[in-house]
């Protein structure tokens, strides 16, 4: 299974941080945010992996390189300008193959574990498999719900929902009636959901967005304490 993380995002909410550093170069826990995706995914084998890039492109480039010091193979999908998340996937596809794919936010830091995803090989043509999470606070209501038979529904009106946390499989077929452009995925994605082509599975573990300077320096402090031993895990969510 291929892997994309997407990674070109100018971070507004994160300046002035993001002035002069692309956010998944952000350091927490003594690493980048991009470093901690690349290690779980090596240590899966997951080996071949595609990074949009836009803001600040050559920093991660740079940083990151082939991919040879993890060995796995990474190549590049430049944007000229950040095409948002379905624009970034979309203008990538010739990178990612037929094959579903698995797509991680570069500005999300999550304990889950990957390995349950190499399931979803076999989603069929024009589907797609979202992992949700619990609502932080930012966020209280919510994006989707998940039925027992683990299909993700639209959130009913006035009731919340979870939120998606930015990791999931996706076929190229769930991009094919999408024009090349700019275009985030939630459009995609309700039109997929009420023709019921996406599942999903609710992951109650930890998770941050890592959306503001403070939540960057909530997470930092955390990870270094479970690090030198202070806290046992990471089992509770981290906003």
Same mark, same amino acid.
């Given at each position: 299974?291929?892997?994309?993380?997407?990674?070109?995002?100018?971070?507004? &909410?994160?300046?002035?941080? @993001?002035?002069?550093?692309?956010?998944?170069?952000?350091?927490?826990?003594?690493?980048?945010?991009?470093?901690?995706?690349?290690?779980?995914?090596?240590?899966?084998?997951?080996?071949?992996?595609?990074? +949009?890039?836009?803001?600040?492109?050559?920093?991660?480039?740079?940083?990151?390189?082939?991919?040879?010091?993890? *060995?796995?193979?990474?190549?590049?999908?430049?944007?000229?300008?950040?095409?948002?998340?379905?624009?970034?996937?979309?203008?990538?596809?010739?990178? !990612?193959?037929?094959?579903?794919?698995?797509?991680?936010? *570069?500005?999300?830091? @999550?304990?889950?574990?990957?390995?349950?995803?190499?399931?979803? &090989?076999?989603?069929?043509? *024009?589907?797609?498999?979202?992992?949700?999470?619990?609502?932080?606070?930012?966020?209280?209501?919510?994006? %989707?719900?998940?039925?027992?038979?683990?299909?993700?529904?639209?959130?009913?009106?006035?009731?919340?929902? !979870? @939120?998606?946390? *930015?990791?999931?499989?996706?076929?190229?077929? %769930? %991009?094919?009636?999408?024009?090349?452009?700019?275009?985030?995925?939630?459009?995609?994605?309700?039109?997929?959901?009420?023709?019921? &082509?996406?599942?999903?599975?609710?992951?109650?573990?930890?998770?941050?967005?890592?959306? @503001?300077?403070?939540?960057?320096?909530?997470?930092?402090?955390? !990870?270094?304490?479970? +690090?030198?031993?202070?806290?046992?895990? !990471?089992?509770?969510?981290?906003?």
């Amino acid at each position: 299974m291929k892997v994309m993380i997407l990674a070109a995002g100018v971070g507004e &909410r994160m300046r002035p941080l @993001t002035a002069h550093t692309p956010k998944p170069l952000l350091e927490v826990g003594g690493r980048p945010l991009i470093a901690w995706h690349i290690e779980a995914l090596a240590a899966l084998g997951l080996d071949e992996l595609v990074i +949009n890039v836009s803001h600040l492109a050559a920093q991660i480039i740079d940083w990151c390189g082939d991919g040879s010091r993890w *060995g796995v193979r990474i190549r590049y999908s430049a944007e000229p300008e950040p095409l948002e998340t379905a624009g970034g996937i979309h203008r990538a596809l010739p990178l !990612l193959g037929e094959a579903p794919f698995l797509v991680v936010n *570069g500005d999300v830091w @999550t304990s889950f574990p990957l390995q349950r995803l190499l399931a979803r &090989r076999d989603l069929p043509a *024009g589907a797609a498999h979202l992992v949700l999470v619990d609502n932080p606070p930012q966020h209280p209501d919510g994006d %989707f719900c998940v039925s027992d038979e683990g299909l993700v529904r639209a959130r009913p009106p006035g009731k919340p929902g !979870l @939120t998606y946390a *930015g990791v999931g499989v996706y076929t190229a077929g %769930f %991009f094919a009636d999408m024009a090349p452009g700019k275009l985030p995925l939630r459009p995609l994605l309700d039109v997929a959901i009420a023709r019921g &082509r996406v599942s999903g599975e609710h992951f109650r573990g930890a998770w941050t967005d890592v959306g @503001t300077p403070q939540r960057l320096r909530e997470l930092d402090a955390r !990870l270094l304490r479970v +690090n030198a031993g202070s806290e046992d895990d !990471l089992t509770s969510h981290s906003r």
